[in-house]
């Protein structure tokens, strides 16, 4: 059985730094993809980042060049580092994971269905 656990999630200020972590056990496939994605009140979810089992990474605009996606395969744990944290980035932040496709990870064609419980983030202004 496939379970992701999120942590990490605090209250900071703008302008500071946070490493949300997701322990996955469970899941044994050698070729996957793993991502962050995050929920606003009031906003849909939204992809975040994405790393796949080559180390391929992609991210959301918002979030490029301030956030950091990064799996660690001895401890199968996905780590996500976001610094210079603004008020909009504020929201539940979720962990998922599934087998790779013909799609990119970050493409909206592709499906995850393993999901974590969420950690949440709160930027204050």
């Known amino acids: 059985q496939v379970q992701l656990v999120e942590s990490g999630g605090d209250l900071v200020q703008n302008g500071g730094s946070l490493r949300l972590s997701c322990e996955a056990s469970g899941y044994t496939s050698s070729s996957y993809c793993m991502g962050w994605f995050r929920r606003a009140p009031g906003k849909e979810r939204e992809g975040v980042a994405h790393?796949?089992?080559?180390?391929?990474?992609t991210y959301a605009d918002v979030v490029n060049g301030r956030f950091t996606i990064a799996k660690d395969n001895v401890n199968n744990t996905l780590y996500l580092q976001m610094n210079s944290l603004k008020p909009e980035d504020t929201a539940m932040y979720y962990c998922?994971?599934?087998?790779?496709?013909?799609?990119?990870?970050?493409?909206?064609?592709?499906?995850?269905?393993?999901w974590g419980q969420g950690t949440q983030v709160t930027v204050s202004s």
């Open positions: 998922a994971t599934d087998h790779a496709s013909i799609v990119s990870c970050g493409s909206s064609l592709y499906t995850y269905n393993y």
């Open positions: 790393i796949d089992s080559d180390g391929r990474k």
